[in-house]
């Protein structure tokens, strides 16, 4: 095992952030990081850094999941079960699964990260989330080296949640995630007004998955930084979801407030549109920043730090908490 030291990080988060690690070792099998983990239990994990915002050097060893590997584990007439190494690239696997005519990602696509990471947060997009797909885990015990899997439903998933988020936050890690596939008779969902109004405009009545997958690429590319060109880490803040009461309470004071109905009593509110109300949209603090095209990420426009960004986050927070009484909750975790 080649283990290396004082290595940028720079490459392995979508941020872009130049922090150190003390020690980096690359993981390429099971085999590896079982042995790391019997001289190392307080390693940092490291996967595709899309969630992340590193704020200082890491003095500890960072251990990069790079394990790759796509298989059908089992499949009927009408399902597949795919199981996915925790390194494969999001998007690719999501490519992968739509060249096949395996239907149930296609509203996720160009999402980043990788695989592992995706049920931590549950991962959604346009009406859909990992935990609809979601079959079951692989996972690796963190102090003890033991190998669990974990069900759906004791993934505890959530908006943008799951255990590993909450009273497993650091004790597992996730080795591989199998996914539970149509072969056919898709359940097709565009009913997000961006995805049905991309479709008509190539006139499409009736789309296949690819078709899906296609618009919600386009859309995505039309309001969201590729990170490969500008650092970012995605929505960089949850939705809020406030009570109905609350809710007709701003309406009375913000009539073009826009909304999503979640319960009887419950309200979802974008964040992005709290946020540009609020006066950030396409501002810029020495190199952070907020995109110019949705307010909901947070940039870094050359050589920002990761506390430069911390800061903006926590600005905007209390922007908006001043302006709305709504308090943003931060969706990246911050190192």
């Known amino acids: 095992m080649n283990i290396q030291k004082d290595i940028s990080l720079k490459p392995y988060n979508t941020f872009g952030i130049d922090v150190k690690a003390s020690k980096f070792a690359n993981i390429t099998s099971i085999e590896q990081l079982l042995k790391i ?17 590193l704020t200082s050097d890491i003095d500890q060893l960072v251990l990069y999941l790079n394990l790759k590997g796509l298989n059908i584990f089992e499949e009927s007439d009408t399902h597949v079960y795919i199981k996915a190494q925790a390194g494969e690239n999001w998007h690719e696997f999501v490519q992968w699964c739509i060249a096949n005519d395996f ?23 346009y009406g ?8 079951k885990l692989k996972a690796i015990e963190i102090a003890t ?24 936050k650091g004790k597992y ?24 109004s991309e479709l008509e405009k190539n006139g499409i009545e009736t789309p296949t998955i690819k078709d899906i997958s296609e618009a919600v690429i386009k859309i995505r590319n039309s309001k ?6 500008i650092g970012n880490s995605g929505s960089f803040f949850k939705n809020p979801v406030i ?33 540009e109300q609020s006066g950030f949209k396409g501002k810029r603090f020495g190199d952070a920043g907020v995109h110019d095209k949705q307010a909901l990420v947070l940039v870094n426009h050359g050589n920002a730090t990761g506390i ?4 903006l986050a926590q600005n905007i927070q209390q922007t908006v908490v001043d302006k709305f009484g709504i308090t943003l909750e931060i969706e990246v975790n911050i190192i």
């Open 173 to 196: 890690i996730i080795t591989s995630v199998i996914f539970k596939l149509t072969k056919k008779n898709h359940q097709l969902n565009y009913s997000y007004g961006a995805i049905q």
């Open 243 to 275: 009570s109905s009461v609350q809710f007709e309470k701003l309406k009375n004071q913000f009539p073009s407030i826009p909304s999503y109905v979640v319960s009887d009593s419950e309200i979802k509110v974008p964040a992005g549109w709290l946020i």
């Open 145 to 168: 080296g033991k190998r669990r899997v974990f069900t759906n439903e004791e993934c505890n998933f959530g908006y943008r949640n799951s255990v590993f988020k909450n009273e497993l």
């Open 37 to 53: 983990l019997e001289k190392d239990s307080n390693p940092f994990i490291l996967s595709g850094g899309s969630n992340v915002l």
């Open 308 to 311: 430069e960004l911390k800061n």
């Open 128 to 135: 859909v989330e990992i935990k609809d797909t979601f079959h």
């Open 224 to 229: 969201l930084p590729n990170p490969k060109e």
């Open 103 to 125: 239907g149930g990602l296609e509203n996720l696509s160009l999402i980043p990260g990788n695989v592992g990471t995706s049920p931590m947060q549950n991962i959604g997009a």
